[in-house]
């Protein structure tokens, strides 16, 4: 008796559908594993983009800033358009990581240089099995990328190439655009990482005065890059993805 309840056990986990959290917890782990003895690496979770309007699902910050995009068998691909456009915007290098239900559409959603890596349920664990390898982002914009910083960050940034006299009480966005116009896209990516490696307020942190953001009350961000909407106010509000070293 005792066999066959454990029989029926391993046939409900063989039975399984793949979750959300079961795909992040593998890629979590393989990346917590691959960056283990790299000091010089932070992964965070849900790291806000666009203002915080977005969020991608994990991100690694080291020499590159590399984004990882997670769909599992249980989710729909509805906004993965929207997604690939402003994630590929930002990040260095992106990967998706999709189950096996969505391999064929997924990855015609995503431009080629994203990564491809399958989920697959096997038993009660998920493994990952690469499909593609992602390559070097060829079309990365400046101006997102310096949105990354919060408003006093980037200030900081502007105060290391002394640019920031008579810019520290402008709107927050002219301060981004300052930021990418004056500094090199390399300098510029350089000291971004570096701030959101430095960065320690990521989660549930009380200062408020850190967390100037120009956050666009437009939820399909992408109309607006293309100038289907126009403008729209910003509002001050915090960014606060979970981390996870």
Not at 45 to 53: D, V
Not at 94 to 107: D, F, I, N
Not at 166 to 181: D, F, M, P, T, Y
């Amino acid at each position: 008796m005792r066999l066959q309840r454990k029989s029926a056990v391993a046939t409900r986990s063989g039975n399984r559908q793949m979750r959300d959290r079961d795909v992040r917890s593998a890629v979590r782990q393989m990346l917590r594993t691959r960056y283990a003895s790299d000091p010089d690496t932070k992964i965070v979770e849900e790291m806000g983009i666009w203002s915080g309007s977005v969020r991608i699902d994990l991100a690694v910050i080291n020499g590159e800033l590399n984004g990882y995009e997670l769909k599992s068998d249980r989710d729909t691909l509805e906004r993965l358009p929207l997604q690939a456009e402003l994630y590929s915007r930002v990040f260095d290098r992106l990967t998706l990581v999709v189950g096996k239900r969505h391999v064929a559409k997924a990855s015609k959603q995503v431009p080629k240089w994203w990564g491809l890596w399958i989920a697959e349920q096997n038993g009660i664990r998920v493994t990952l099995r690469p499909e593609r390898e992602s390559k070097r982002n060829p079309n990365p914009d400046s101006y997102l990328i310096a949105q990354l910083l919060w408003k006093e960050e980037a200030i900081a940034v502007l105060d290391e190439f002394n640019l920031a006299i008579g810019w520290r009480n402008r709107r927050v966005k002219e301060i981004h655009q300052r930021l990418a116009s004056e500094l090199s896209f390399d300098r510029l990516t350089e000291r971004v990482r570096a701030t959101l490696k430095g960065r320690d307020g990521w989660l549930r942190q009380t200062r408020p005065h850190q967390f100037n953001m120009p956050v666009h009350p437009n939820p399909y961000p992408m109309f607006e890059i293309f100038g289907v909407l126009t403008g729209s106010d910003s509002v001050d509000l915090p960014i606060r993805p979970t981390i996870r070293k």
